[in-house]
Structure formats: C-alpha cells, structure tokens
C-alpha cells in the first residue's frame, strides 16, 4: 500500500466486538507506524437510528477507551467524535446535491436497517453514505481500513468524488482506496455461520466483545456452533462448513497466519482439542484491551479531553478542504 492519507470510522453503539477489532481496529493500529492516520467515534452516524442521550455520550466514551486500550496511539493517530467537526455535516450537505437517489435506492446497509417498515425509518438512515462520504473526503483521505461490509460504502463515495470532480471540472477529490484484510473481512456470528457478527444482535452469545471476562469468552467459545467433522487439511474443504471456516478464520487473525497454516497445525483435530485453544488465544489478545480500558473509563474527563483535542486537530485538517470545496462550487465567502 502506497502512502497517503489514512481514515476510517466506527459507531458508539454499544461494545466493540470481535468483528470490529479484527476486521478493522487491528488494522488501524498497524496503519499507525508509516501512514497519517485519523480515526473517527461517528456520533452522526449513530443518530441515524433512536438514541438516548445519555447512551451516546457512554457509548462514546467506551468506543474511545476501547480504541485507546486496542493500541491507538493518540500523540500520533488523530482519534476524535465527529459531531465536535462540523465540517463533516456541512460536505455530507453538499454531497447530497451531488449523489443520486438512484445511486442510495441500491445499498444494502439501509435495506437491511429500515427492514419492512421502510417509510418509518429517518432520511439519516437514508442518506447516511453521503455523510460516510464527508467523512473521508473532508481530509481528501485516500485509504480507508475496513471491514468488507463497508465495501459498498466506500464504492459510494469514489463515485461522489468522481461526480463532483466532473462537474467542478479539477481533480479536486483523490478516488479512496477501501483497504480490507484477507483473513477477518467478514468474522460471522458464534451462532450462525451464515450471519456477520454484529452488535445489534440480540443475542449475547453470539459475539465476544471487547469487555467480556476470561470466564465468558471461555463459555461462548465451548458453546459455539460448529459440526462434527474434524477440521480438514486444505481451506477448500471448508467451504460448506461456514461455522467451521469462521473459527479457524478467527484464530488465523488473531495468531497472524493465514488460514491454510491454521489446518496445517490442525487438520484432523476436532472441535473439543481446537476450541480450547481458541479461546485461550482469544483471551490472551482481548484481556489486556479489557483491563486498559477499564482503567481509562475510571476518568471520562480524561477521555473527553483526548476528543476534544483530535476535534482541533481534525478540524485544522479539514477546514481549508472545505473552504476549497465551496470556492470550486461558487459559494462566496470571506476571505479571512
Ligand atoms: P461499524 O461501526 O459498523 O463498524 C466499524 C468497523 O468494524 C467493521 N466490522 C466488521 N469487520 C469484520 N467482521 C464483522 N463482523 C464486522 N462488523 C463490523 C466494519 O466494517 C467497520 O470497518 N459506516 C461505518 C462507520 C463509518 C466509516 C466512515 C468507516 C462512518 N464513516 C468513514 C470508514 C470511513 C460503520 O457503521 O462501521
């Protein structure tokens, strides 16, 4: 990956998984070392769906003790909530005179999250891509770690950049390359292979999230779905056992192998030798995220302080991209 300019989002709403983490956090620590990175709580994307405020103001500041606690280095990386960067709302404006409803009707995220009672959900549900868009593009961003679920999105948004690139006539948006790992793009529900791990599932046992204790990552990793087959030697053997390929996944990620050096080591094994591995692997990576971030939730002044910084320091960032912005679009401004 070439460098440039990273940037990437997560919601507050509720813990951070597994999911989260390997799909995309892990990812963005790495980024850290030779890249300029800038992470972003989505509060305003949050609001798209009921909230109570005193939920987003927690779920804010666990998000952000979660990230801190999973190695986000904050003198370096710019780690901010996005409601304290007004820039992001003002650009999602702009761009929803440039996406076309044709181009929104299509997503898969909003069909999924308005469900059968379409007409009820709110137009920020709707045109949430738009301010996604924003989000990245008010820092000309040009790579974005995620997971494969966002891919969609981001497809979205180098089609905005290219359509306002034709109709203000400069190459005035860099085109953001989505940069999703190989093993854990997708890390599916413990219950069904079949179904992304999510936190809005109403299951608990579905997902290991970031504060879980050792007893209960232990618990849910014995009770996970799985079948009776040991696991085979070769990765293509896998493909119809999707509870089977998300655990192996899991530990390939978590160990930083890939899934075929997995089966090397335990082709042959059944689930009752496997498992127990697994979730010893699994406890050694996300116990320490767990005591980190309980130690930083003991002081949220602290925590709304570190966003209140990266809200400055984006905002430095983002503040002349916009004004340029207005200026290729007309707009008549000041000049100081
Ligand atoms: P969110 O909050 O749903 O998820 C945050 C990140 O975690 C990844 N992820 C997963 N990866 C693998 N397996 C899973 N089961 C899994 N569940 C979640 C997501 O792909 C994501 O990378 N729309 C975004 C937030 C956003 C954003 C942005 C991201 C807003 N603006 C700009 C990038 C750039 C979202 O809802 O992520």
Redesign the pocket.
């Known amino acids: 990956m070439s460098k440039g300019r990273v940037?990437?989002?997560?919601?507050p709403?509720g813990n951070l998984?597994l999911?989260?983490y390997?799909?995309?956090?892990k990812n963005w620590v790495g980024l850290q070392q030779d890249h300029e990175t800038i992470y972003?709580i989505?509060d305003l994307?949050a609001i798209t769906v009921p909230q109570q405020p005193q939920l987003l103001k927690k779920a804010t500041q666990e998000v952000a003790a979660c990230l801190i606690a999973s190695g986000i280095d904050t003198n370096n990386s710019i780690l901010f909530n996005q409601s304290q960067v007004s820039q992001h709302a003002e650009l999602a404006w702009l761009f929803n005179c440039v996406a076309r409803l044709g181009w929104l009707n299509r997503m898969t995220q909003f069909k999924e999250k308005a469900g059968k009672n379409r007409e009820n959900a709110t137009v920020g549900l709707y045109a949430?891509p738009t301010?996604?868009a924003a989000?990245?593009l008010a820092y000309k961003a040009t790579h974005?770690?995620?997971?494969?679920?966002?891919k969609q999105?981001l497809e979205l948004t180098r089609d905005i950049a290219t359509a306002f690139n034709s109709m203000f006539g400069e190459e005035f948006f860099p085109l953001p390359e989505p940069v999703i790992q190989k093993t854990?793009?997708?890390?599916?529900s413990l219950r069904d292979g079949s179904s992304?791990?999510?936190?809005s599932d109403d299951s608990d046992f579905t997902r290991i999230n970031l504060n879980d204790e050792d007893d209960l990552i232990a618990q849910k990793i014995k009770k996970a779905k799985t079948d009776p087959e040991p696991l085979p030697e070769t990765v293509e053997e896998l493909e119809n056992r999707p509870e089977a390929r998300n655990l192996v996944g899991i530990y390939a990620a978590l160990t930083n192998q890939s899934d075929a050096e997995v089966l090397v080591e335990f082709s042959g094994q059944g689930f009752g030798k496997f498992k127990p591995i697994l979730a010893e692997s699994l406890i050694g990576s996300i116990s320490p995220i767990r005591t980190e971030m309980n130690k930083l939730l003991a002081d949220t002044n602290h925590l709304d302080n570190v966003l209140s910084e990266g809200s400055k320091r984006a905002a430095v960032i983002a503040e002349p991209i916009l004004r340029a912005c207005k200026n290729v679009m007309g707009f008549v401004q000041s000049t100081s």
């Open positions: 940037f990437s989002g997560v919601q709403t998984h999911g989260n390997l799909g995309a956090i972003c989505v994307h949430y301010l996604m989000d990245i974005v770690p995620v997971g494969d679920d966002q999105h854990a793009a997708r890390i599916m992304k791990m999510s936190k």
